[in-house]
């Protein structure tokens, strides 16, 4: 029993962490946007979060717009790596193809902006192509 309770309070305390770096990539500052961008990059990268990351997906969504773009450089590209990782974690149905559809245009947008940094720029391929496999309804 005990076993069963520390463990729901650890992905609680999990939980609690994932929604302050989510409230972080709102944050003025950029080293604080970065790091949130940084840490959940981990969090998706490490453990499968679709069923907390479902409810959360649009807010989630309007932040890492917001990333790419108002950020630079690091920021867009951390940013399209976690929305490539997000996009996994959402999976080929609705709601993948829904965060695919909204943020499109702006992957295409920072992927052909020239005065854009290459690992930005790189980023944005990376999940443009990577959402597009997994989520796209359309076949062209």
């Known amino acids: 029993g005990s076993e069963a309770a520390g463990e729901q ?3 609680e305390e999990a939980e609690d962490r994932l929604k ?13 946007r970065q ?13 499968t979060l679709s069923e907390f990351l479902l ?3 649009l807010m989630l969504t309007d932040s890492l ?16 790596t976690v929305l490539t990782l997000l996009c996994l974690q959402m999976g080929s149905g609705p709601e ?15 992927l052909t902006d020239s005065t854009a940094s290459p690992g930005a720029r790189q980023s ?8 597009c496999y997994i989520a796209a309804a359309d076949l062209e």
């Open 124 to 131: 944005c391929a990376t999940a443009l192509g990577m959402c």
């Open 55 to 57: 409810e959360r997906r």
């Open 9 to 11: 309070g650890q992905e």
């Open 96 to 110: 993948g193809e829904e965060l695919f559809r909204s943020l499109k245009p702006l992957l295409i947008s920072v």
């Open 65 to 80: 717009e917001k990333c790419l773009k108002k950020g630079k450089g690091e920021e867009q590209a951390l940013a399209g």
């Open 20 to 32: 302050e770096h989510m409230d972080n990539l709102l944050d003025k500052s950029a080293k604080t």
């Open 35 to 47: 790091a949130a961008l940084q840490n959940l990059r981990l969090a998706f990268s490490s453990k």
